[in-house]
């Protein structure tokens, strides 16, 4: 049996964390919006179209902000066509996807859910094929109360109060050669810069999150950070983070050990974004949006078959395993753990497009993945604090890899704590101890395990509940002290009380 230790401290706190550090994404992009969110006809589709089986699972989810409308999809999108009546918005051509956009959900449609899910929009503009002026107009059509042409728009459309929408993204991977109007960094920092300016004119409470790289293989990474922050750090509130994870050569450890990768990665952005404040002899802390984060391969070789100029196509359909699910655990934890400067991520995405929830017209399910973030979203909310991880380690690509990932979270008001924690060893349980004795009175309420033989196990409309938690992990806490064990290949959240 392997052995860990875990040090705290109630004064040792990471942050107060923003719980938009559970959002997510819907994009125009295969069944997300169309037969994932919105499928008029299916028997739990409300008089509007949105299904309410989905809306049931991202409340489930208790998921407080969600991006939109993209994505590679929003540098080519034109708002306006997606408002209006239903009747006399056109359809388009998506070259991000190449697919048929129909528009006949859109932007007010999207509001409407995001309060029946009980969530926030994240929205995006388009710096790809547009630019500031129209930037300003979705501002205006989306925030100003009235009296001007947008605002006048949006009533007409039968939406009288402004959708307040406090979160925008300055357009999306603006490096990507694949991004319709990609720029250089010099070109996009600009852009950003004098769009953020006027969108601020006109609402000075929106925050603004300017594109970071789309990765951490792309050759400009680090320079384009620099580059773009330089011309915008005065406008911009976020630096965003996109990162997916792959495990196409079928080696686990290394795909588990790819939390690592992710720590290294936020840490490099923190240094560049300190660097610009440094340099700028600047009062602001640029902090991060990890804005995409996911597993996502299982669908790429399939994708490439896939017809074109088509509506709704199955794309991105990623079914998740069970090894994917204990990733997505690594990289909850790791992204807790450095939630003093990540504020906002999304899990991308969230219904059918590399999702954790799947859909079909009879019902929808809970993939793999869903499982962690649930537990992650609904129970470590609160103060996150510094958790010293004393752990056995593995050689990887990235170097030193803990088989043990873990991070505590404390609840004052609720008097709860919450442990999150992955053994990453795939073939010894781990015994992990940790001194609690500054919160006397506390007791395990349980002990929830999610684990299974076949790292390759699938949750299917079938077949939904091949991998799902249990309660019922071994662990006690005595004379102040928490003793665990963590099965081997396994996801432990220990759920403690006063
Ligand atoms: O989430 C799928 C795609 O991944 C997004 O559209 C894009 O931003 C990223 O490359």
């Not at 947008?150 to 307040?164: I, V």
């Not at 999150?209 to 406008?235: H, I, K, R």
Request: glycine share 6%; with cysteine; net charge negative.
């Amino acid at each position: 049996m392997k052995k860990a230790s875990i040090i705290i401290d109630k004064e040792f706190i990471v942050s107060q964390l923003d719980e938009r550090i559970y959002g997510s994404f819907i994009e125009h992009l295969g069944r997300a919006v169309y037969e994932g969110i919105y499928q008029p006809g299916q028997k739990t589709a409300d008089d509007q179209g949105l299904r309410q089986d989905v809306i049931d699972l991202v409340r489930e989810l208790n998921v407080p902000i969600v991006r939109y409308p993209g994505g590679n999809f929003v540098s080519g999108f034109h708002w306006e066509d997606s408002v209006g009546p239903k009747e006399e918005r056109p359809a388009k051509v998506d070259l991000a996807w190449s697919v048929i956009e129909s528009n006949q959900f859109g932007l007010n449609e999207f509001t409407d859910w995001a309060k029946k899910a009980n969530t926030n929009v994240m929205m995006a503009v388009n710096l790809g094929t547009r630019g500031p002026e129209d930037a300003k107009n979705v501002l205006e059509y989306c925030n100003f109360a009235g009296g001007t042409y947008y605002s006048d728009l949006r009533k007409k459309h039968g939406y009288e109060a402004p959708h307040d929408i406090k979160l925008w993204c300055l357009g999306n991977e603006m490096d990507g050669p694949w991004q319709m109007g990609h720029k250089t960094a010099a070109e996009y920092g600009r852009i950003a810069a004098e769009t953020g300016r006027m969108m601020k004119m006109l609402d000075p409470s929106i925050e603004l999150v300017a594109c970071g790289s789309s990765n951490l293989e792309m050759p400009t990474f680090a320079q384009w950070e620099a580059t773009v922050l330089d011309e915008c750090y005065d406008q911009v509130d976020y630096l965003s983070l996109h990162q997916y994870y792959q495990n196409a050569d079928h080696n686990t450890p290394e795909f588990l050990a790819s939390s690592v990768g992710m720590d290294q990665f936020i840490s490099s952005v923190v240094s560049i974004c300190d660097y610009v404040q440094a340099k700028k002899r600047g009062k602001k802390k640029i902090n991060l949006s990890f804005d995409e984060w996911n597993v996502w391969y299982h669908s790429i070789e399939p994708d490439k078959k896939l017809e074109k100029w088509v509506q709704a196509p199955h794309q991105l359909e990623d079914v998740y395993n069970f090894e994917d699910a204990l990733l997505i655990g690594s990289l909850l934890i790791t992204l807790l753990r450095h939630s003093d400067r990540v504020k906002i991520a999304c899990l991308a995405q969230l219904v059918n497009v590399i999702a954790p929830i799947m859909t079909s017209d009879t019902g929808a399910w809970r993939q793999t993945i869903f499982y962690p973030f649930f537990h992650a979203s609904n129970y470590a909310r609160g103060t996150v604090l510094h958790t010293l991880v004393k752990s056995p380690v593995y050689d990887s690509r990235y170097g030193d890899a803990p088989y043990l990932d873990s991070v505590l979270v404390m609840n004052e008001e609720e008097e709860t704590l919450t442990l999150l924690a992955v053994n990453k060893s795939l073939d010894e349980d781990m015994e992990v101890s940790c001194d609690l004795r500054q919160f006397a009175g506390y007791q395990i309420v349980e002990h929830i395990v999610m684990s299974h033989d076949d790292m390759n196990a699938v949750n299917t409309e079938a077949d939904p509940d091949q991998v799902k938690p249990v309660v019922g992990g071994i662990s006690r806490i005595e004379d102040g002290k928490l003793t665990a064990v963590l099965g081997k290949h396994s996801w432990n959240v220990i759920r403690m009380k006063k």
